[in-house]
């Protein structure tokens, strides 16, 4: 089942002509869930073959404009789209406010927009068949929120065979896909796992970013299996990268390797860098599970 | 003496893989002056090579958000670089309370950031060494202006043999430039036409989107030299193009006739169009000096 990853700008705040800042798209099943809208959000996702009728829901982490001044623009084009249906914007308070000004300028949208403000604080902000998506806290200059999108567990696989074998009705095979035993019209109890093979894994995935590496952010990040964190300077830079509470390539990694992710994919690369090479072999030598984000790519979180 | 048009971006509202929205920056002496601002202007900047720091004056010609959705960004990138000096912003009531509280998010801006309200009345809004920029009134669904930057007078040309034979001193020759006769120590009268050639003509531009036609907007456009007049449409979307008070190329053709231009450049294309040869024949059977905008084009006003 589709849970794919579209990245869509990895720059940080200084844009350049390598990288737009802070977007990328989850395709979960087909419905597409927006992390950060840096400017050029919209003109990526034409370019990515991202339809605008699957956006439902839209979450900005912090409001520095590299994270949300796409916004507006996104939300105007997919009025011109006539786009129906309701579009959840997910921001901290002072973003709803002025965001709400903004649609003012849009004309009569044709969507309902939602606007859900979030707080700093840990929470389930959403909801739906496939996945919760929560917040966590990090750690920057200003009020920041990361986030983590959790499948929610999967059906188990029927196995043609022992069903046909067992004269299991078609009735009772979503029963069956939920883990419930099979009792036949005589009584006889057959245990699912005779009948069944275990579900595909339930994958998380978890967005971090601009943040300081913390205690507080590592445990948010306890075992989720993809990790994107920003990687905005290389050591070379620590001071610097502490002094606007960024991360640097090393600590990324360390965050990633604490916390027990699978896989890590770094990314808000500053503009300083013609070539990332460097901040990969970084942390590589301590999470050698890493890759490099880029705009264009396109990541199957599940199998 | 330098006086460029680039074009950043010259699609209408729906952004598509072919065009930005409105924006283009005139070079003026090497001093840049941008007229609308759509989203992308600063990534379409750093792509055209202009400088963020010779950047002064924005106008914004109307709160369609394809109009000024860019400057948000655009403002805060300049801050990034460091630039110093007034930065002024010219634009309607509204846009401006709104880009005061945008402001708020973006840090200590490290320059002056100053901003001019204007209104539907035509003005002069803007003067300085080289030229003057005035306003005058569109035909749109929401207030809207056009902009006229003109060329001051220049100065005449030092004829360098006549000057040398007649023994003019330094010191004379800005008055001569001046169109002042010179008087030699002995009290002749040099008449300037005999010591000077004609000072280069100045040279006109207007920018003219978003708007219906009108005999209104024609007079106001009346001998200007070149002229970038919106046409989002051609004229078998006629009926479309005025219920959204916008213009047919041929349309664009006929003011830019009637008004006596020299030039004509048509943008502001809609989406609908993938190849805009059609727009361009449609207005050069009315007006043969017209050319299409393109992103990255370069027009050189005056030579």
Redesign the interface.
Known sequence: MRFELNILGCGS?????RH??SCQVLNVRDNLMMIDCG??A??AM??QRLKFSRLRHIFISH????HW??L??LL??MG??EQTGTVTVHIFK?GAQ?LQ??VG??GQLPYHLEINVIGTQPACIHEDNAVTVSTFTLNHRVPAVGFIIREKPKMRHINPEATREANVPHWAMNSLRQGLDYVTPEGIVIPNAQLTTDADPSVSYAYCSDTRPSPRVTAALEGVDWLYHEATYGEECKRQAHARYHSTAHEAAQTAHDAHVKQLIIGHFSSRYLDETPLLHEAQTIFPNTRLANEGMLVALAH
């Open positions: 705040a200084k844009p350049t002509t737009l800042p400017e050029g919209q003109m034409s370019r409001l520095h404009g590299d001044f796409g507006p623009g105007s084009t011109l789209h002072d002025l000004q903004m300028f849009m």
